[in-house]
């Protein structure tokens, strides 16, 4: 594959992978503000650290979602990368259910679901370049904690989730 291509390719999956972030983002733009009103448990981070793990996490993404779509080009890698793009609407789309419309219960079985496609993403990923499977770890792990702490403030704040 040329160096051109390649390049191109790389920019198309950082381009598609921040929009989906940009688009949650939207839904979360008081969301610093609402979460300092929320009941949190003792072990919630603070809201500053959210937008610097979220950007390196999406940049992790990109690369592994292009390292995947490089190795074999569109066709062969369409099922993977189908999975990864259907992720990234549902991680999208707990933005909107949680901050944006204040839907606890839907923003719940929102991350469950992205956890699912996150683990079939990351199986798929590793049958076609393993390395872009490693990068996806750190997301795993990340939305894994975030579906328990979505659990404990929607528990804990039913008057307003």
Do not use: H
């Not at 549902?90 to 679901?113: E, Y």
């Not at 049958?127 to 990340?142: E, H, Q, S, T």
Request: glycine fraction near 6%; charged fraction near 5%; aromatic fraction near 16%.
């Amino acid at each position: 594959m040329k160096w051109s291509t390649q390049a191109l390719g790389a920019l198309g999956w950082f381009t598609i992978t921040f929009a989906a972030a940009a688009l949650g983002a939207w839904a979360s733009t008081s969301a610093a503000s609402f979460y300092a009103t929320l009941a949190l448990p003792a072990w919630a981070p603070p809201a500053s650290l959210f937008g610097p793990v979220w950007t390196l996490l999406y940049a992790m993404m990109a690369v592994a979602a292009w390292l995947v779509w490089r190795e074999r080009g569109t066709a062969a890698t369409r099922p993977a990368l189908t999975l990864y793009l259907l992720q990234l609407g549902v991680n999208a789309l707990w933005s909107w259910l949680f901050f944006g419309w204040r839907l606890g219960a839907l923003a719940f079985v929102d991350i469950l679901l992205l956890v699912m496609l996150v683990v079939a993403t990351l199986i798929a990923f590793a049958r076609i370049r393993a390395l872009a499977a490693v990068m996806l770890l750190p997301y795993l792990g990340w939305i894994t904690f975030a579906s328990a702490l979505n659990l404990a403030v929607w528990r804990a704040n039913p008057g307003v989730l």
